[in-house]
């Protein structure tokens, strides 16, 4: 059974910066698509970023252009999202998702029900 678990959120100043992290288990990593969602209070959860399954394709929502990167790591089984440049509308509970369902290799999925795994969150918060 896949497994997913997060980690590196806090508490953070605007303008900071903090890494999240997203290992994975019980499957083979690298063939699947990765993406990270987040999910404020009071609100629906939105997509943040997209890696393709082969690692050469990312997509991100426009909010975080420029000031988020996601990455893996394939020999450690985890996957990142570097988020710089933090603004209190950042601010959320942060969940990484794996896709195992057939796509090209380039796909990047942006929709949350495109994920067939999800981790527990972890929770970001960036004070002004």
């Known amino acids: 059974q896949v497994q997913l678990v997060e980690s590196g959120g806090g508490l953070v100043q605007a303008g900071g910066s903090l890494r999240l992290s997203c290992a994975v288990s019980?499957?083979?990593?690298?063939?699947?698509?990765m993406g990270w969602f987040r999910q404020a209070p009071g609100k629906e959860r939105e997509f943040v970023a997209a890696?393709?399954?082969?690692?050469?394709?990312?997509a991100y929502v426009d909010s975080v252009k420029g000031r988020f990167t996601i990455s893996r790591d394939s020999a450690k089984n985890t996957m990142y999202l570097q988020m710089n440049s933090l603004k209190p509308e950042d601010t959320a509970v942060y969940y990484c998702?794996?896709?195992?369902?057939?796509?090209?290799?380039?796909?990047?999925?942006?929709?949350?029900?495109?994920?067939?795994?999800w981790g527990q969150g972890t929770q970001v918060t960036v004070s002004s």
């Open positions: 019980g499957s083979t990593f690298s063939g699947y698509g």
């Open positions: 890696l393709s399954r082969s690692g050469g394709r990312t």
């Open positions: 998702a794996a896709r195992s369902r057939y796509s090209i290799m380039s796909y990047t999925a942006t929709r949350s029900d495109e994920y067939d795994y």
